[in-house]
Structures are given as structure tokens and as C-alpha cells.
């Protein structure tokens, strides 16, 4: 039998995934199609003033900027519906974060060995 907190974490993923779909529909075909048909193909470029401001960072950049946060989200309201949420450990952030220290921490490391046997 569910508890209340546990419906209502399924009402809340399932409102979740229709807010997302309905979202990603609304951007990519309907916002994208009125441009298409308004200016031609070109017109689905950024335009100068939004770039400007933008860093330019790669692709997979930007859609980790937007994935993590989003996947945080969708695995917190995840672990509403299980019977003991403390029990069930959906972070990725905290992954996150750690692999980016581990992986600076590593070139460091590696220059520093790579700068000593250099001098020697």
C-alpha cells in the first residue's frame, strides 16, 4: 500500500514528463517551424545580441548545463515514490562535482610528476 507522499511523488513525475515533452514540443516544432516558415532555414541561428553575451562553450557543455539540473530534478521526485526515499541515494550532482575535482585534481598531479622528472 502507498502512502501519501509516495502518490503524490507519482503525480509529480508524471506532471514532470508532461511539462517536459510539452516544453520540448513547443521549442523544437513550434517555435522552430513558425521561424522556418516566416524567414527561411537560416533564420534558426542564434541571433547576434543572445551570442554575444553567450561564453562559447561546446555543445556538450551546454546540454550538461541543462541535463544535470533536469536529471537532478526528475531523481528527486523519483525517490518521492519509493517507500524509504533516504534509503535510495539519487544525487547527480554530487557526482558530478566530484568527477570535475578528481579530473583537475589528476592533470595537476600528472604536469607536477611530468614537470619533476623533467628537471631531474
Known amino acids: 500500500m502507498m502512502n501519501?507522499?509516495?502518490?503524490?511523488?507519482?503525480?509529480?513525475?508524471?506532471?514532470?514528463?508532461?511539462l517536459s515533452v510539452t516544453v520540448a514540443y513547443y521549442v523544437f516544432e513550434i517555435?522552430?517551424?513558425?521561424?522556418?516558415?516566416?524567414d527561411g532555414i537560416d533564420s534558426l541561428a542564434?541571433?547576434?545580441?543572445?551570442?554575444?553575451?553567450?561564453?562559447?562553450?561546446?555543445?556538450?557543455?551546454?546540454?550538461s548545463v541543462f541535463l544535470v539540473p533536469y536529471l537532478q530534478l526528475f531523481l528527486f521526485l523519483f525517490s518521492c515514490t519509493r517507500a524509504d526515499p533516504r534509503a535510495v541515494g539519487?544525487?547527480?550532482?554530487?557526482?558530478?562535482?566530484?568527477?570535475?575535482c578528481s579530473r583537475?585534481?589528476?592533470?595537476?598531479?600528472t604536469n607536477?610528476?611530468?614537470g619533476l622528472l623533467i628537471h631531474m
Open 104 to 109: 583537475r585534481g589528476t592533470a595537476k598531479s
Open 4 to 18: 501519501f507522499r509516495q502518490r503524490m511523488g507519482w503525480v509529480a513525475v508524471a506532471l514532470f514528463l508532461l
Open 46 to 63: 542564434l541571433p547576434p545580441a543572445v551570442s554575444a553575451h553567450l561564453p562559447p562553450l561546446p555543445l556538450w557543455a551546454w546540454s
Open 112 to 114: 607536477q610528476r611530468a
Open 31 to 38: 517555435i522552430s517551424l513558425e521561424q522556418v516558415q516566416r
Open 90 to 100: 539519487y544525487c547527480i550532482l554530487p557526482v558530478c562535482i566530484f568527477l570535475l
